[in-house]
């Protein structure tokens, strides 16, 4: 069974102004252990889908269609009293900022010792030699005089480290993490990184890993799942994304970062602007920037194709390879390790 | 300056490059052998015009129009503004005229609509007129008030420093007080009339206005664009008139229009302490002081020029809230 | 570097280095700490030469956005001096201030404070050159041309205002707008940080072209040290308000010196899920600026730190002509009493 699926996923977000067309059509399943990266760039959707797995949305303004389940509980029909357990019980979160994550008033220990109490109802003192515990597991040096200080005498790497571990009080089955290191420093968001993967190896966690930035996704991801305007335009293992993209965008995504490209020349930038979510082209959403660009783009959202076994591509210009891997329904991430550890 | 029009405006920078096919999916060789990504500086052209280009006062009527709450409000505080304007047009009678025989009459009688005072005189001719001096004390001060403190805030709010300091420590004298004390205290002192009432209220109002003002201020002074534009050479009084007024407005205005209501009920309170109009002018609050002594003859009669404030006060209190709505939208 | 036009203003000749920085400080008061400050630019120096694009890379915290606003003095520096084109600046004989600000402008990076959110963008590009003497209309017209170069239709997008634009646009109008009074030299604090990949690789695109046509000089500030290599010439590599590495790219991305620099090289991601990065190359964050560590400021989280590292100040070597690479470490300075140090 997998740990997290989502299907048919669809959020809009409705004021008085507009809808805002946040994510059409989104589906993936992460298997017990798996990292999946939801790469995308701003307004794509990939936090938005990060939220609607905990519900986090706000409820008034947004309609979701589609169904979410994790460990097989359907979160999108569940009762609030249900959704306060999962919440850091069986799914946690780290986010961007951990400054807006973490309340400035109470000391990291008494955070993270409530969030332990609360799941579990264990005693103070248990609940501080766990929070102990968990500080060390995040490599925080001198932990227990850390459990004193208070957010803001934390340095940005650190309260991130609080961040993670707050997430973990609960041993979480799945955790899904937002653009945890975008803030912070080159050389700070290295070890973040190459913490949480061992985290997540050592505690057999699932993880959604959302980012913005290629780099990070080939140092963390199994699988990729690339988002553009609301739809995941193409998903696979990470090593097949990055070497051999079949999605336009993607491509353009990879020759637009820049990496030791010669100084001789231009990036080859893709033209052109995200769309207007509000707004959303009747075809392919990226068509109007497509350098593959044909007639039947404007007019039909492509369907899912498989150019190699596990790796999906929406895009007219992408032929399957062959029809028995047609059978899939959604765009569904199928990669998996094995394929990775064949590379 | 740099002769730009020597520059080559169109082609420069515009080349084909060929990403070598090798780097994406094998498969592209049949749409074309190669991929053709642009890279030139002029792309954005093809982005497709958008919607309406609105400036900012017209988005925010746009969206008062489709907020009938405030749009019903707004109209009967525009009917009040237009029969206080209007009023020798439409009141009756001459709200001076007394009658001996006709006093405290209730509602209705003999051609009264809404009955007669203490006086004998018509009270609906009253309330018009009385809408007139309410009005102006409500939205006369709030105009002086908004225009100095809204002054003393931006230039200490943009030079910020002891200067600021200086400015808002002697607000905060008058903040102590509280503002209805303060107004009576004041308007005391002075002795009556509308003139000193207006002066008392407008007294009231500069404090607090001088703090939106100094508030906004400080928080546009710390963006960048005023950055840019000292880089760019502008004077600091050029900033302020160009960057900062635009910008501070917007607060000031929201703050003010709530404002209208509290000097209207505040200059009620003071001609009803006898420290405002002076009698026979008609004012909503005098009328309801002078006439509080016949509560028990003719208790309706008694009672609309308090409704008339409350009405007053109310709508302009949701036009207000609707602005504020409207206005208050992150650009 | 492209030939540069004759201009009238070019005072010192090619060879004059564009701007000069001479041992720049500044140090920020620290409300309620007890005379504490942070020492954001402590004895920085160093030179633009014309046409170049000069690179500065650091960490959060390491000054290179107080440094972007001491070179326009959008800041009084504390001490130091400035030299303009062979003229000091704001000093008796040489450039006033005023002056300094017509030839040289800068861009920021965040492009939702940087434009003025109840003007339509054409006014607020039009307004340099307004204010230094243009006549309205003029102004206008340079806003119009100036868009046009950028990649925006004037007609399309002057009217608009910030919000109704994107971010890449949004950028596209603040390079705009620093161009329209005519800049020489043109400081870009972190000018792509905020954007997205795809429109990052539009807007570096569009600068290197604009400064090919125009003949700019670049100081170009950013913590990506990809972009960097792609776009600049000469490279400083800031730590904690002092320079750690100065030199031309190459040889600060294939042979560098300092510790530090070659931490932050280490730390770039592979970009190869095959390659991963195993070991962090360096421990721990940048220390606060605010109690700077003694002697080499990098000694808290350098692998190579000794007892000498500890007591005295690493000098950045003299630099001799354009080409010079030179780093702030007791490593590379002969005789200096750390173990691994060049014993020449």
Same mark, same amino acid.
């Given at each position: 069974m997998?740990?997290?699926?989502?299907?048919?996923l669809?959020?809009?977000?409705?004021?008085?102004?507009?809808?805002?067309?946040?994510?059409?059509?989104?589906?993936?399943?992460?298997?017990?252990?798996?990292v999946?990266?939801?790469?995308g760039?701003?307004?794509?959707?990939?936090?938005?889908? =990060?939220?609607?797995?905990? #519900?986090l !949305?706000?409820?008034?303004?947004?309609?979701?269609?589609?169904?979410? $389940? %994790?460990?097989g @509980?359907?979160?999108?029909?569940?009762?609030?009293r249900?959704?306060?357990?999962?919440?850091?019980?069986?799914?946690?979160m780290?986010?961007?900022?951990?400054?807006?994550?973490?309340?400035?008033?109470?000391?990291?220990?008494?955070?993270?010792?409530?969030?332990?109490r609360?799941?579990?109802?264990?005693?103070?003192?248990?609940a501080?030699?766990?929070?102990?515990e968990?500080?060390?597991?995040v490599?925080?040096?001198?932990?227990?005089?850390?459990?004193?200080?208070?957010?803001?005498?934390?340095?940005?790497?650190?309260?991130?480290?609080?961040?993670?571990a707050?997430? =973990?009080?609960c041993?979480? #089955?799945? !955790?899904?993490a937002?653009?945890?290191?975008?803030?912070?420093?080159a $050389? %700070?968001?290295? @070890?973040?990184?190459?913490?949480l993967?061992?985290?997540?190896r050592?505690?057999?966690m699932?993880m959604?890993?959302v980012?913005?930035?290629?780099?990070?996704?080939?140092?963390?991801?199994?699988?990729?799942?690339?988002?553009?305007?609301?739809?995941?335009?193409?998903?696979?293992p990470?090593?097949?994304?990055?070497?051999?993209?079949?999605?336009?965008?993607?491509?353009?995504?990879?020759?637009?970062?820049?990496?030791?490209?010669?100084?001789?020349?231009?990036?080859?930038?893709?033209?052109?602007?995200p769309?207007?979510m509000?707004?959303?082209?009747?075809?392919c959403?990226?068509?109007?920037?497509?350098?593959?660009?044909?007639a039947?783009?404007r007019?039909?959202?492509?369907?899912?194709?498989?150019?190699?076994?596990?790796?999906?591509a929406?895009?007219?210009a992408?032929?399957?390879?062959?029809?028995?891997t047609?059978?899939?329904v959604?765009?569904?991430?199928?990669?998996?390790?094995?394929?990775?550890?064949a590379? | 300056?740099?002769?730009?029009?020597?520059?080559?405006p169109?082609k420069?920078?515009?080349?084909g490059?060929?990403?070598?096919a090798?780097?994406?999916?094998?498969?592209f060789?049949?749409n074309?052998?190669v991929?053709?990504?642009?890279?030139?500086?002029?792309?954005?052209e093809?982005?497709?015009?958008?919607?309406?280009?609105?400036?900012?006062?017209?988005?925010?009527?746009?969206?008062?129009?489709?907020?009938?709450v405030t749009?019903?409000?707004?109209?009967i505080?525009l009917?009040?503004?237009?029969?206080?304007?209007c009023?020798?047009?439409i009141?009756?009678?001459?709200p001076?005229?007394?009658?001996?025989?006709?006093?405290?009459?209730?509602?209705?009688?003999?051609?009264?609509?809404?009955g007669?005072?203490?006086?004998?005189?018509?009270?609906?001719?009253?309330l018009?007129?009385?809408?007139?001096?309410?009005?102006?004390?409500?939205?006369?001060?709030?105009?002086?008030a908004?225009?100095?403190?809204?002054?003393?805030?931006?230039?200490?709010?943009f030079?910020?420093?002891?200067t600021?300091?200086?400015v808002?420590r002697?607000?905060?004298?008058?903040?102590?007080?509280?503002?209805?004390?303060l107004a009576?205290?004041?308007a005391?002192a002075m002795?009556?009339?509308?003139?000193?009432?207006?002066?008392?209220l407008?007294?009231?109002?500069?404090?607090?206005?001088?703090r939106?003002?100094?508030?906004a201020t400080?928080?546009?002074?710390?963006?960048?664009?005023?950055?840019?534009a000292?880089?760019?050479?502008?004077?600091?009084?050029?900033?302020?008139?160009?960057?900062v007024?635009g910008n501070?407005?917007g607060?000031v205005f929201?703050?003010?229009?709530s404002?209208?209501?509290?000097s209207?009920?505040?200059?009620?309170?003071?001609?009803?302490?006898?420290?405002?109009v002076r009698?026979?002018?008609?004012?909503?609050?005098?009328?309801?002081?002078?006439?509080?002594?016949?509560?028990y003859?003719?208790?309706?009669?008694?009672?609309?020029?308090?409704l008339?404030?409350?009405?007053?006060?109310?709508?302009?209190?949701?036009?207000?809230?609707g602005?504020?709505?409207?206005?208050d939208v992150r650009? | 570097?492209?030939?540069?036009?004759?201009?009238?203003?070019?005072?010192?000749?090619?060879q004059?280095?564009?701007?000069?920085a001479?041992?720049?400080?500044k140090?920020?008061?620290?409300?309620?700490?007890?005379?504490?400050?942070?020492?954001a630019?402590?004895?920085?120096?160093?030179?633009?030469g014309?046409?170049?694009?000069?690179?500065?890379?650091?960490?959060?915290?390491?000054?290179?956005?107080?440094?972007?606003?001491?070179?326009?003095?959008?800041?009084?520096?504390?001490?130091?001096?400035?030299?303009?084109?062979?003229?000091?600046?704001g000093?008796a004989?040489?450039?006033?201030?005023d002056?300094?600000?017509r030839q040289?402008?800068?861009?920021?990076?965040?492009?939702?404070?940087?434009?003025?959110p109840?003007?339509?963008?054409?006014?607020?590009?039009a307004?340099?050159?307004?204010?230094?003497?243009?006549?309205?209309?003029?102004?206008?017209?340079?806003?119009?041309?100036?868009l046009?170069?950028?990649?925006?239709?004037?007609?399309?997008?002057?009217p608009r205002?910030p919000?109704?634009?994107?971010?890449?646009?949004?950028?596209?109008?603040?390079?705009?707008?620093?161009l329209?009074?005519?800049?020489r030299?043109?400081?870009?604090?972190?000018p792509?940080?905020?954007?997205?990949?795809?429109?990052?690789?539009?807007?570096?695109?569009?600068?290197r072209?604009?400064?090919?046509?125009?003949?700019l000089t670049?100081?170009?500030?950013?913590?990506?040290?990809?972009v960097?290599?792609y776009i600049?010439?000469?490279?400083?590599?800031?730590?904690?308000?002092?320079?750690?590495e100065?030199?031309p790219?190459?040889?600060?991305?294939e042979?560098?010196?300092?510790?530090?620099?070659?931490a932050?090289?280490?730390?770039r991601?592979?970009?190869?899920?095959?390659?991963?990065?195993?070991?962090?190359p360096?421990?721990?964050?940048?220390?606060?600026?605010?109690?700077?560590?003694?002697?080499?400021?990098?000694?808290t989280r350098?692998?190579?730190a000794?007892?000498?590292?500890?007591?005295a100040?690493?000098?950045?070597g003299?630099?001799?002509g354009?080409?010079s690479?030179?780093?702030?470490?007791h490593?590379?300075e002969?005789?200096?009493?750390?173990?691994?140090?060049?014993?020449a």
């Open positions: 997998p740990l997290a699926e989502v299907r048919d669809y959020v809009r977000f409705v004021t008085r102004e507009a809808t805002v067309y946040a994510v059409n059509g989104v589906g993936f399943t992460v298997r017990p252990g798996e999946l990266c939801i790469l760039e701003s307004g794509s959707g990939k936090s938005v889908t =990060l939220r609607a797995l905990m #519900r !949305l706000p409820a008034r303004r947004t309609q979701i269609r589609g169904s979410v $389940t %994790v460990e @509980q359907n979160v999108l029909g569940m009762p609030r249900a959704l306060r357990d999962l919440r850091g019980g069986l799914v946690a780290i986010f961007q900022e951990p400054m807006t994550a973490l309340d400035p008033v109470y000391t990291v220990g008494q955070q993270i010792g409530e969030t332990i609360r799941h579990t109802g264990c005693g103070r003192e248990a501080r030699r766990r929070a102990l968990l500080l060390e597991m490599r925080i040096p001198s932990a227990a005089r850390r459990l004193d200080a208070y957010p803001h005498e934390l340095s940005g790497g650190l309260r991130q480290r609080v961040m993670i707050m997430a =973990l009080s041993s979480p #089955r799945l !955790l899904l937002d653009e945890p290191t975008t803030a912070l420093d $050389t %700070v968001q290295v @070890q973040v990184l190459i913490l993967r061992r985290l997540q050592e505690l057999g699932g959604i890993f980012t913005h930035d290629l780099g990070v996704a080939a140092e963390i991801a199994d699988t990729v799942a690339v988002m553009y305007a609301g739809r995941i335009v193409e998903s696979g990470v090593g097949q994304i990055l070497n051999a993209p079949a999605h336009p965008y993607t491509a353009g995504l990879l020759a637009s970062t820049v990496h030791g490209q010669s100084r001789d020349r231009d990036i080859d930038a893709i033209a052109g602007s769309p207007d509000r707004r959303l082209p009747q075809g959403s990226f068509a109007p920037r497509c350098p593959l660009r044909m039947e783009c007019f039909a959202v492509p369907e899912p194709r498989f150019p190699v076994r596990g790796h999906m929406a895009c007219h992408v032929a399957h390879s062959s029809p028995a047609q059978a899939a959604t765009p569904t991430v199928a990669g998996s390790r094995a394929t990775i550890s590379r | 300056m740099t002769d730009y029009s020597s520059v080559i169109a420069a920078g515009i080349r490059d060929e990403v070598p090798a780097a994406l999916d094998p498969r060789r049949g074309g052998g991929i053709k990504t642009r890279s030139e500086p002029f792309l954005e093809q982005a497709a015009p958008a919607t309406k280009v609105r400036g900012y006062w017209e988005s925010v009527f746009h969206r008062l129009r489709r907020d009938p749009l019903v409000f707004a109209v505080v009917l009040i503004v237009l029969a206080a304007i009023a020798p047009l009141a009756p009678f001459d001076y005229k007394e009658s001996i025989v006709g006093r405290l009459k209730p509602l209705g009688w003999r051609g009264h609509p809404l007669t005072d203490e006086l004998g005189r018509d009270m609906l001719s009253r018009i007129y009385g809408g007139r001096v309410s009005l102006l004390m409500g939205i006369v001060p709030v105009l002086i908004s225009l100095i403190g809204g002054m003393l805030g931006i230039a200490g709010g030079i910020g420093g002891r600021n300091t200086a808002m002697t607000m905060d004298v008058f903040y102590a007080f509280p503002s209805v004390l009576v205290a004041i005391g002795g009556g009339g509308m003139a000193n009432g207006m002066l008392a407008s007294l009231v109002f500069i404090p607090p206005m001088c939106v003002a100094e508030t400080t928080q546009i002074r710390a963006l960048d664009f005023i950055e840019a000292r880089a760019s050479g502008a004077r600091t009084t050029t900033i302020i008139r160009y960057h007024l501070v407005l607060p929201i703050y003010a229009s404002l209208v209501s509290v209207i009920l505040l200059a009620s309170g003071l001609s009803f302490l006898g420290l405002g009698p026979p002018v008609p004012d909503w609050g005098l009328m309801l002081s002078t006439l509080r002594q016949s509560i003859v003719v208790p309706f009669v008694c009672a609309l020029p308090g008339a404030i409350f009405i007053t006060s109310i709508c302009c209190n949701l036009v207000s809230d602005l504020r709505a409207a206005m650009m | 570097m492209s030939s540069l036009a004759y201009d009238p203003r070019d005072r010192g000749g090619p004059q280095p564009m701007l000069i001479r041992d720049l400080r140090h920020f008061p620290v409300k309620a700490s007890g005379g504490k400050s942070v020492q630019v402590d004895g920085v120096s160093f030179s633009v014309k046409g170049e694009t000069l690179g500065v890379v650091g960490e959060s915290g390491c000054g290179k956005s107080t440094l972007a606003r001491l070179m326009l003095h959008l800041i009084k520096p504390d001490a130091g001096e400035l030299v303009f084109d062979g003229d000091p600046v000093v004989p040489g450039i006033p201030i002056a300094l600000r040289v402008q800068i861009v920021f990076q965040d492009s939702y404070s940087s434009l003025n109840r003007m339509p963008v054409r006014d607020s590009v307004f340099g050159p307004f204010v230094q003497g243009k006549r309205k209309d003029e102004a206008r017209q340079v806003a119009r041309d100036m046009g170069k950028v990649g925006l239709d004037p007609e399309i997008f002057g205002y919000h109704e634009l994107s971010g890449g646009q949004k950028q596209r109008v603040n390079i705009a707008r620093a329209a009074t005519g800049p030299m043109v400081i870009l604090d972190e792509v940080s905020a954007l997205d990949k795809s429109i990052e690789a539009q807007v570096l695109n569009l600068l072209a604009l400064k090919r046509q125009l003949n670049y100081v170009f500030i950013s913590h990506d040290l990809n960097v290599r600049s010439d000469r490279v400083l590599v800031m730590y904690l308000g002092r320079i750690v100065f030199g790219i190459d040889a600060i991305f042979r560098p010196l300092h510790p530090y620099t070659r932050l090289l280490a730390s991601p592979s970009m190869d899920p095959a390659r991963r990065i195993e070991l962090p360096i421990s721990g964050d940048p220390p606060n600026p605010i109690e700077p560590p003694s002697g080499c400021r990098f000694r350098c692998p190579f000794e007892m000498v590292c500890e007591t100040d690493p000098m950045l003299p630099l001799q354009p080409q690479h030179v780093a702030a470490c490593m590379q002969a005789h200096s009493g750390h173990s691994l140090a060049a014993s």
